[in-house]
């Protein structure tokens, strides 16, 4: 079994940065593919970004290129997601998700395990 938690969540305003970080327990890292998806109040939960088993070929939305950059510390089973130039658009529920393949995938049904949220919100 893995277990993910998510951290680094909170009040920012905008323009300003936050990094969010997923420990991965139960198995290494390395293991999985991760992705990180978000779900605003009201709306359906979207992809944001993912990356390979290794740490390589990260993908993501286009509403956060350049804003948003997922990374992955495989010695320390964790996965990033540095946000930076927050939107109030971006706020949402994060959630990061593991899959058990070397790709990672938009698609919320490839992914095999999930951690319990963490609440970003972006003031104007």
């Known amino acids: 079994q893995v277990q993910l938690v998510e951290s680094g969540g909170g009040l920012v305003q905008a323009g300003g940065s936050l990094r969010l970080s997923c420990a991965t327990s139960?198995?290494?890292?390395?293991?999985?593919?991760m992705g990180w998806f978000r779900q605003a109040p009201g709306k359906e939960r979207e992809f944001v970004a993912s990356i390979r088993r290794f740490g390589s070929v990260p993908s993501y939305i286009d509403s956060v290129k350049g804003r948003f950059t997922i990374s992955k510390d495989n010695a320390l089973n964790t996965v990033y997601l540095q946000m930076n130039s927050l939107k109030p658009e971006d706020t949402a529920i994060y959630y990061c998700?593991?899959?058990?393949?070397?790709?990672?995938?938009?698609?919320?049904?490839?992914?095999?395990?999930w951690g319990q949220g963490t609440q970003v919100t972006v003031s104007s």
């Open positions: 998700a593991a899959r058990n393949s070397m790709y990672g995938s938009p698609r919320e049904n490839d992914y095999d395990y």
């Open positions: 139960g198995r290494t890292s390395t293991s999985y593919a």
